[in-house]
């Protein structure tokens, strides 16, 4: 498992995370741009100016991901298997509120 990693302003462009479990991970600033993140465990990672464009989060478990903006999730990949941050199911629809993370206890 990659739970608590730290990808801070890393370049990883196309990489593939398919199916990790990353949750509290530290995506800050990183470019994840077309990166697959497929059924990926990404609770409680963090995602502040990271760049999402053609991020591949079908089927990712998003739940209180921290620092995730609306454009940030309307340039990635959802679909109805995706759990946004707020707990909702997908795919990410804008004006929704659910990239504003839920709080876990």
């Known amino acids: 498992t990659l739970n608590k990693a730290r990808f801070t302003s890393a370049d990883l462009n ?7 479990m990353l949750a509290g991970a530290d995506f800050r600033k990183a470019s994840l741009e077309g990166a697959s993140f497929h059924s990926a465990t990404l609770s409680d990672a963090r995602f502040g100016e990271a760049r999402l464009y053609g991020a591949d989060l079908r089927g990712a478990n998003l739940i209180a991901a921290r620092e995730l903006t609306a454009l940030q999730l309307s340039q990635a990949r959802t679909d ?13 629809l804008r004006n929704s509120g659910a990239e504003r993370a839920r709080r876990t206890m």
Do not use: D
């Open 14 to 20: 196309s990489s593939s995370f398919g199916g990790c």
């Open 80 to 92: 109805n298997a995706t759990i946004l941050p707020s707990g909702a199911r997908g795919p990410f």
